[in-house]
């Protein structure tokens, strides 16, 4: 299988993550050029990779032949990136934020039809292997139609969005959220970064999906990097079927005898160059629910493989012009849900419905 030609649009952070991704899976893709307004950091991530470097996107599309673009620059300059990548007839996959307000998500849309282009957005958290093995037994109906749905300091926004409607069903519609926001006064500190902060921004979400589920969840600005907060040690999610339930991957079902039936789920690794990998994930149900990781080839973490995750659908729609797992659709659809909260905060936490 010929690899494929990669542009990188960005050269921060988590454009370096994607890079070390990409070298681990060259035998699928070949980094061709870096692009960075910033000459210096676009010369040195590409000469480190072998690959050519541009501060001018329309040149290197002039220059270069490109399969697909990644799109991985600071989150505000997201939107103009992927711009940038259709515009030049090149498939895309982008990061988050893709755009401020659903105009500017539609304009990628029209672009992608009028250049004949796939998108795939990089929505990372239902990727997470121990979120895959709870979508499996869902899907594999072990504790039922779910009811209900909690993501607690998990993520804020469209990212805990994303992750609730995974367990809901992306194909179920949403109809109504509700949305509260309040900043609260706490004792100046230091974060992790080494900014002080003197307060913090609490949201709650609850949103409604067409057949009556609900999902909510809880976040504050202070969850990631705060010592007056758990960093992320105790964020969680709960789904509540009709047969039974699943508090991070703590799953358990009903039995005749009234008591709580508690069913294990193992986790299978190896090593692969000095790193551990999961292999799968295992319930122990009657019969057996698994999820095996599509990468466990590959020395990657379970923090690399959302990335894997996106590069392998945008190559899956490249080789074979179908639709990518994820696309643009629902991107857009986490990202109306979290601007009708926001817009039902600023009212009082009036309804807001979803057409």
């Excluded at 090149?90 to 988050?96: A, P, Q, R, Y």
């Excluded at 609730?164 to 006064?185: C, H, N």
């Excluded at 945008?314 to 659709?329: C, D, M, N, Q, W």
Aim: hydrophobic share 40%.
């Amino acid at each position: 299988m010929d690899q494929l030609r990669v542009a990188l649009m960005g050269a921060s952070r988590r454009a370096q993550e994607y890079v070390q991704v990409l070298k681990v899976m060259a035998d699928r893709f070949r980094l061709v050029a870096v692009c960075d307004a910033d000459q210096g950091t676009a010369t040195a991530l590409a000469e480190a990779n072998d690959a050519a470097a541009y501060t001018n996107g329309d040149q290197l599309f002039a220059d270069e032949q490109i399969d697909f673009g990644i799109v991985a620059t600071e989150p505000m300059a997201v939107h103009d990136g992927a711009v940038k990548v259709l515009e030049h007839d090149v498939h895309l996959l982008t990061e988050t934020p893709i755009g401020i307000d659903l105009p500017s998500i539609d304009r990628l849309d029209r672009l992608s039809q009028l250049h004949r282009v796939m998108i795939e957005v990089s929505e990372p958290y239902f990727r997470r292997p121990h979120e895959r093995i709870k979508q499996r037994l869902i899907q594999e109906d072990l504790i039922g139609e779910i009811n209900f749905a909690y993501s607690r300091f998990v993520g804020h926004g469209y990212h805990a969005v994303s992750l609730l409607r995974s367990y809901i069903g992306f194909d179920v519609p949403p109809t109504r959220v509700w949305g509260l926001q309040r900043d609260y006064a706490v004792e100046a500190h230091n974060l992790l970064s080494g900014s002080e902060v003197r307060s913090e921004q609490w949201q709650h979400g609850v949103i409604e999906f067409r057949g009556g589920a609900r999902a909510v969840y809880d976040f504050t600005s202070a969850a990631y990097q705060s010592p007056i907060r758990w960093q992320r040690t105790k964020s969680t999610t709960e789904i509540y079927g009709r047969k039974g339930m699943c508090a991070g991957i703590d799953v358990a079902i009903g039995n005749d005898s009234g008591q709580v039936q508690p069913i294990s789920v193992k986790r299978r690794t190896t090593m692969i160059e000095e790193v551990e990998v999961v292999e799968a994930y295992v319930v122990d149900s009657d019969p057996e629910i698994v999820w095996e990781n599509p990468y466990r080839t590959y020395p990657l973490t379970d923090a690399q493989i959302p990335l894997a995750d996106g590069l392998a659908s945008i190559e899956k729609s490249v080789r074979t012009a179908s639709a990518p797992e994820y696309g643009l659709f629902n991107a857009r659809t986490d990202r109306e849900l979290d601007l009708a909260m926001a817009q039902s905060s600023d009212q009082q936490g009036e309804s807001i419905e979803i057409l």
